[in-house]
C-alpha cells in the first residue's frame, strides 16, 4: 500500500496536481515528511496538506481488526489448514484438533521413552483411508538413525486398526504408503532436499518425519508444504554456564547429586534455545516416578499439559484424556526417573 499512486487516491485535482508536479508520487513520498516540510515543498496552506495527508493516511493504513475477528479468523485458517489427528483424545483435543498442518512440531525425549513409537503411528494415520479417520496420502519419513521397523509398524496397524489390516492386501498397501529415507550425511540430505519438495507436491505426501537430526529441517519446509512435519530431538546434559543462562529449566547448580537425581531437571533438549524458538509446538516425552508422560511444553493453542501414557502393541496408549496442568520449572524440566538404564546423568548409555 505505501507504493499506492496519489494520483488513484481521489484526492481534489487541484491539490493532486500539486503533488505531482513536485515529484511526490506515493504515499510512501508524501507520508514520509512531516506537514511543514509538504507546506514548504507544495507550497500551500496547513489545511490543506492536514487534509490531504489525512486522506492518503486513511486509504494507505490498514483497517483495524478486534480481537474477535482475529479469532475468527485464526479458527478459520486452522480449520482449513486441518490437522492429523493422533487419536489420541486428550492431547487431541489439547491440541484442538491434533498435529496442525504447516507448521513444525517437535518431539523432545530421553532414548527409549516412545518418540519412535510416536511417529510410526503418525506414519499410520496419515496413511489411512479418510473413513477411518486418516489422511489418506503418503509419508515420507527420514530414518537419520536406522530406528524404522516395518515390522513393528505393521504390528501397531494390526493392533489398532484390525477392520483394515486383516484385509488381504491392506498391510502392503498401507505400508507401500510410507516412504523411508536413509542418508548417510548432512551433505547428503542436503543435496536430497529438492527432490523432497517436489515429492511433498507430485506424491500426496500429507506427513513428513525427520528421525532424529532435527537440526536439518526449517520451519520453512513445514510452511513450503503445508503439511504436518514431525521432528524428533534428542536430550543432553545442561553445562553449568547454560544452568546460569536458563535457570528456569533447572535447578540450582549447588544441589547434591542426589537431590538432582530426585529431581532429574538438568536434562534438556539437544539444539539449545534458538532451535526451541523455531519450532511451534514441543512435546515432551519423559518419565517420572516410574510413569511416562506426554507433554505440551510448548504451543500457541494449548496450555501447558502432561498426559501419562504406555507404550503398548498399539503404539502409545494414553492412560486419561484429562491432561495434568503444569506450571514453574515442570513446564520445561525433562525428566527421565525410571530410565536411568537408558541414560545416565553424564549423558552415555548404559546399554
Not at 125 to 132: E, F, I, V
Amino acid at each position: 500500500m505505501a507504493n499506492k499512486q496519489i494520483s488513484q487516491m481521489g484526492l481534489p485535482k487541484s491539490i493532486a496536481n500539486v503533488f505531482a508536479a513536485r515529484n511526490v508520487f506515493t504515499a510512501k513520498d508524501a507520508l514520509s515528511l512531516t506537514e511543514f516540510e509538504l507546506m514548504e515543498l507544495l507550497d500551500v496552506g496547513l489545511a490543506q496538506v492536514t487534509s490531504a495527508v489525512a486522506h492518503i493516511s486513511e486509504i494507505v493504513c490498514p483497517p483495524y481488526q478486534t480481537a474477535l475477528s482475529l479469532m475468527e479468523l485464526r479458527v478459520q485458517n486452522e480449520h482449513l489448514a486441518g490437522h492429523l489427528p493422533t487419536h489420541m483424545k486428550g492431547l487431541d483435543e489439547a491440541l484442538c484438533g491434533g498435529i496442525p498442518f504447516g507448521v513444525l512440531t517437535e518431539l523432545v525425549g530421553p532414548a527409549g521413552i516412545g518418540k519412535t513409537q510416536f511417529c510410526l503411528k503418525l506414519s499410520l494415520l496419515a496413511s489411512l483411508p479418510a473413513s477411518y479417520g486418516g489422511l489418506d496420502g503418503h509419508v515420507i519419513y527420514i530414518d537419520v538413525e536406522s530406528k524404522f521397523s516395518s515390522r513393528r509398524l505393521i504390528e501397531i496397524g494390526v493392533k489398532s486398526f484390525p477392520e483394515i489390516f486383516h484385509r488381504k492386501g491392506m498391510a502392503q498397501e498401507m505400508a507401500g504408503r510410507i516412504h523411508v529415507l536413509r542418508p548417510a550425511s548432512l551433505s547428503e540430505f542436503t543435496e536430497s532436499l529438492q527432490q523432497i519438495k517436489v515429492s511433498l507436491l507430485q506424491n500426496q505426501v500429507k506427513l513428513l518425519v525427520i528421525d532424529s537430526m532435527a537440526a536439518l529441517v526449517t520451519g520453512s519446509l513445514a510452511e513450503f508444504s503445508r503439511i504436518p512435519v514431525v521432528v524428533t530431538n534428542q536430550v543432553r546434559s545442561q553445562s553449568r554456564d547454560e544452568i546460569c543462562h536458563y535457570y528456569f529449566q533447572v535447578q540450582s547448580w549447588n544441589e547434591t547429586i542426589e537431590d538432582r537425581t530426585r529431581h532429574d531437571s538438568h536434562l534438556v533438549a539437544a539444539l539449545g534455545i534458538n532451535w526451541a524458538h523455531a519450532v511451534t509446538i514441543r512435546l515432551v516425552l519423559e518419565a517420572k516416578s516410574d510413569q511416562r508422560f506426554i507433554k505440551v511444553a510448548k504451543s500457541p493453542i494449548s496450555p501447558p499439559l502432561a498426559f501419562p501414557f504406555n507404550i503398548t502393541s498399539s503404539g502409545i496408549l494414553l492412560l486419561s484424556d484429562d491432561g495434568i496442568e503444569l506450571t514453574g520449572p515442570d513446564i520445561n524440566a525433562i525428566h527421565c526417573q525410571g530410565h536411568n538404564d537408558i541414560i545416565n546423568f553424564g549423558g552415555e548409555s548404559l546399554q
